[in-house]
Every structure is written in C-alpha cells, then in structure tokens.
C-alpha cells in the first residue's frame, strides 16, 4: 500500500475511534477526512464517492477494505471498517494500533542513525563521519527502495572502519518475497507495484502527479532466483524516501545548471539542511519540505526547532524552504506557499518560501551577483 493511502487509512480509523468516544460531536476533521476518501474512491476504484454522512456510514459497512482501494494483508482485506453495529471492526482496531507502533520505530532508524553520526564526529572531529553520512542518507532513494542484500553490506563494509555507526543501515531492510519473476516498479520512488484489480500500478498521489505530468512508463525489475531482495521498511519508505524524491530531484537539477561556479552539498553537515551551495562568498541553504498540508508543515519544524537552526545561519547565507512542485496543485485548500509565509512571520524573518521551480532562479540571481 503507498504511502499516501496508508495514511488516509489510518487518518480514517482514527476519526472514527474519535467519534466512537463521543457520537454527540464529529471530530474537527471529520470533513476533509471523507472529502479525502471520497476523492480516493474516484481515483483509485469503481466505489461511487458519498453524497452525505449517511451515505459514507453506509459505505463503511458494506464496502471492503480491499474493494475500497486499500491493499492491506489478505487476512485483513475482506474486512468492512464499521460492523453491522456500526462500530470499527476490533481487527482493524488491532491493525491500526499495531501499525502505529511498528511505524514510529522504523522511522526512528534513521533519526537514531543521524544522532549517533553526530555524537561520533562530536568526539572525533573526523571528517569522513559527515561525508558518511551524506552518502548513507542519499542511499535512501528511488533505486535502493528495493535491492540485493549484499548491495546493503558493501555499503556498511565501505565505513566499517569509520563509525560503529554504519551497522544500523541493517536495520532499514527487511526481506521481500517476490512472487513474480517479473516486476514493475513505480519510476519516481522505485516500489515495487502490484496491478490487481484495485491498485493496477498505482502509487502515491505525488508519484501519480509526476508520472501523468511526464509520461513515465513503469520499469521494468527482473528477480533473480538466486539472489535475496530486501525492501525498505514501511516507516522509512513512507517518512524518508517519499520526501526525499523531491531533495534528490532538486540537487540534481541544480547539480546540471550551477556546478561549475559552486560547491553543491546533499545532506551536508550531518544534516544541517537538505542542501548548501558554497559560493566561496557564503551559503546558500535549502530545506525541503513535502507535506500534505501546509498546517502540517508549520507544525512540524515547531516541534522539531527547526526555526533554531534556520535563524542560526550567518548573516551573509541565505536559507529556502522549498516546497516541491507537486505540492501547489495537489493541495486543494488555498495557496500553499502563501499560506506557510503567513504563518513564519511569528517565528523568522530568515527563510524564504519558495516553490521548487521557483529556487532555480533565486539561487542563479544570487551566483550571478557574485559572478
């Protein structure tokens, strides 16, 4: 299942044991919830989106999670959400709450990873710990969603003798059993696609954007009998290498129009940003952020004290939060960038909001300034 329909799964089920807790008042969310799954039902399966609550109750009840476009485990998938009661199947319940758990950890893998990258170099200084982790965190990415296991042990055995660091890559893989020779995987984030009658090649609605924009055909993937596969965990794919198609996209276009004049960094820094470009005059530092609301965004770099670090540059760098492309159309609830600059004004006058196409051309003014 993608990423995206997971999460509007789960952002279902949750409303629903909202509401259980009190039938009297609909959580605040309820309506962009159904809006959501209705617009899901049109893309993605033959289910008639519903007109009214009663309606979308009804549909609970009587539509399966499979027939409904969600591609959960088989012992799940002939399940309704709501029982003839109209209460949350305790399954789902039970898969909603293990799911939760199970995604919280892997996407801590990587978050311990970058922890402990920066405690080794805080003690040793030693400059291969960074470089290290910029080329382990940009292993993250389309090609190595799925990969051979001695693919991910070159890897590790590249910086053995670096960081103790380096074993946790492990831990980011877990075995895949493809039941096919051949496969097909989706061209802008490398999962391995399945085409049953509900999900016929699909992926996330980032991907789809991408994918229809550009024409892109599947790709083709053909397993080897002898070799043993391993996927990303589900919380990486989904908090990783999901946001991290649009960091990778915009450091290669940049890498295309600005690297004779400039140093250009992915992951710099142990993480500082996403990217910096050395003009030997200072930096320019970018952060990209793909949420699908920009609510969410805001929200998010609060708790993470992102702000700190964002109004920590020198006076003489610039720092961008880049949104991705795909974001201005996908999101139906007003002008994104607009409505992140409103809401920074509280917290930094240091960032500039910008869309991704649009960072190509600031960061060519300031190199020609410079020039």
């Keep these: 299942m993608s990423g995206e329909s997971y999460e509007l799964l789960t952002d279902v089920i949750k409303m629903l044991m909202e509401w259980e807790q009190d039938y009297r008042n609909m959580p605040d969310n309820s309506k962009e919830v159904i809006n959501r799954l209705n617009g899901y039902l049109v893309h993605h399966t033959k289910a008639l989106p519903s007109k009214n609550l009663r309606e979308f109750i009804e549909q609970l009840k009587t539509i399966s999670i499979h027939e409904m476009g969600f591609d959960l485990e088989e012992q799940y998938g002939s399940l309704k959400i709501l029982n003839e009661e109209g209460r949350i199947n305790s399954e789902l319940k039970y898969w909603y709450e293990n799911s939760l758990q199970n995604d919280d950890v892997d996407q801590n893998l990587v978050k311990e990873f970058l922890l402990s990258c920066r405690e080794e170099y805080k003690l040793s200084q030693d400059q291969r710990i960074m470089d290290m982790y910029s080329e382990v965190r940009a292993f993250i990415n389309p090609s190595n969603y799925c990969i051979t296991a001695d693919r991910i042990m070159n890897l590790i055995g590249k910086y053995s003798n670096v960081s103790d660091s380096i074993i946790k890559v492990r831990d980011w893989y877990e075995i895949i059993n493809l039941k096919n020779k051949e496969n097909y995987s989706c061209p802008v984030c490398g999962k391995i696609l399945s085409n049953d009658i509900f999900s016929e090649y699909r992926c996330t609605d980032m991907c789809m954007y991408y994918r229809d924009k550009d024409s892109m055909q599947l790709m083709k993937f053909n397993a080897e009998e002898a070799l ?24 290669k276009e940049l890498l295309e129009r600005f690297v004779d004049n400039v140093k250009i960094t ?3 820094e142990i993480d500082k940003f996403d990217i910096s470009i050395d003009t030997g005059e200072g930096c320019i530092y970018l952060d990209a952020k793909d949420f699908a609301s920009p609510h969410d965004l805001v929200e998010s770099l609060i708790q993470n004290q992102s702000f700190i670090k964002m109004n920590g540059a020198n006076e003489e760098d610039y720092v961008y939060l880049v949104i991705p492309e795909h974001r201005k159309y996908l999101y139906k609830g007003g002008n994104y960038r607009n409505i992140i600059r409103k809401k920074l004004r509280d917290f930094t006058d240091r960032v500039r909001v910008v869309y991704e196409n649009e960072v190509f051309r600031e960061v060519g003014d300031i190199i020609n300034e410079l020039y």
């Design 228 to 251: 043993k596969y391993k996927k990303l965990k589900r919380g990486i794919y989904t908090y990783t290498l999901i946001p991290g198609v649009s960091e990778l996209r915009i450091y």
């Design 266 to 268: 992915l992951y710099p």
